[in-house]
């Protein structure tokens, strides 16, 4: 009998063992055939990532797992705690920033901030308050807020649907102890501005009453404003001011500004965020431990809407504050 076809049939089904799983198979020839190696994945590329809330889980040693909110990561020996005072043992409840490593589904903390008694800082509509003497649960900008008449300082009479100023301690069932209330007028709001920008006109007079011209913007300066520093064409000065019923202008307030006070405002779609910067809009942003981020609204991810506040310095932006919206 010919052999041939036999052998030439197995090595087409050695061969097609060897595509489809990659075994080795010996022919009936005798002859060896290598085996097709699959490449190694890609080995994950580790990311670092920044988070903060409540403190929710604490492990009791080290190395551990720690929890903020919804967050569980590992805090390992080389983790770099940081506290509020010398000797101070985090806790639950405490407010934590955490930079970390996250690695496939691993995420390891390189630093902990942590701040005893986290200072909550943000505007909204009041749509629900308590009458006076005011204490009791208020509903501002759909944030619960606790007022306490003995320690809440409450400027302005509350009404409904009128914004408010808030600044108080985030407790760890996310409600707010209120130290301050501004209540504000949205009319008032609306008619009221700040900014800031080089000095182009100051009037040849000798109290600097007159119109003034400030990045473009022309306002009335009178008897009431108050000048801060030595105001000079070329400096950088910031502006608050009103609007009056027939449109003019009025500063108020004019600062002059040093290098280190110049604020830069930035706004925009959220693009990338990293342990020591942000792309917001299309420019980077830098953080530091000292950023305020107002999260109040939504949680801070790539897509979100951010208002910034930042410091110049040199050619960098120093986030001093970052609010966070959704887009729509």
Known sequence: MNRAPVTILCLIVSLLAVMLVGIPVMAESGQDLAPISTPAPTPTRPISVRFE???????????????????SFRVGTETEIIVPVVGYTPRLGDYAIVSAIREGETLTAKRILIREKWFFEFRGVITEFQPAPYDGEWLIGGVS????????????????????????????????EATEIVVLNPQDIVNSFEFEGPIE???????????WVIA???GLVNADTRIEGA???????????????????????IRVLTE???QVRVTGLIEEIQEDFWRIG????????????????CR?????????????QGSLLIALRIRIERPD
């Open 53 to 71: 809330g409540i403190i929710t889980k604490i492990a009791a040693e080290l190395p551990g797992e720690w929890s903020v909110d919804d967050i």
């Open 145 to 176: 807020v606790l007022v306490d008449s003995r320690a809440t300082i409450i400027t302005n009479v509350p009404v409904r649907n009128y914004y408010a100023d808030v600044k108080g301690r985030l407790r760890p069932d996310r409600k707010v």
């Open 201 to 211: 006109q100051i009037p040849p007079t000798s109290t600097g009453e007159g119109i």
């Open 216 to 218: 473009g913007v022309q």
């Open 231 to 253: 105001p000079a064409v070329g400096a950088t000065a910031g502006v608050d001011g009103s609007r009056l019923a027939d449109g003019t202008l009025v500063f108020e307030r």
């Open 260 to 262: 280190a006070q110049r």
């Open 282 to 297: 299309g420019q980077t942003i830098e953080i530091e431990e000292m950023t305020f981020i107002d999260e109040s609204r």
């Open 300 to 312: 801070a991810a790539v897509g979100m809407w951010a208002e910034v506040i930042a410091r110049r």
